[in-house]
C-alpha cells in the first residue's frame, strides 16, 4: 500500500463501484479519462491491470470534454 488513494487494489474497487456520471473524468488523453469517484485525492487513474494509468492534473489539459 501506498498510503495515497491509489494502491491498485483500491482503484479496481472504485472503478467497479463509480458510475461514469459519478466519476472525475479529468482526461488524460481522449481515450483515457479519470474513473475514480469526483473529488478524490491524490492522482487521477483509469485502466485496468497492465493497462492502468496515474497522472497527476496539468493545468494545460483541456476542459471536461466528455460531460
Ligand atoms: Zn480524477
Redesign the pocket.
Known amino acids: 500500500m501506498t498510503g495515497d488513494g491509489s494502491s491498485d487494489s483500491l482503484l479496481d474497487l472504485e472503478f467497479a463501484y463509480t458510475s461514469y456520471s459519478d466519476s ?1 473524468r ?1 482526461l488524460y488523453s481522449p481515450y483515457y479519462y ?1 474513473r ?1 469517484p469526483l473529488g ?1 485525492e491524490g492522482v ?1 487513474a483509469a485502466g485496468f491491470g497492465s493497462g492502468r494509468l496515474r497522472w497527476h492534473h496539468e493545468p494545460n489539459h483541456p476542459p471536461h470534454m466528455l460531460s
Open positions: 472525475c479529468d479519470c475514480r478524490h487521477h
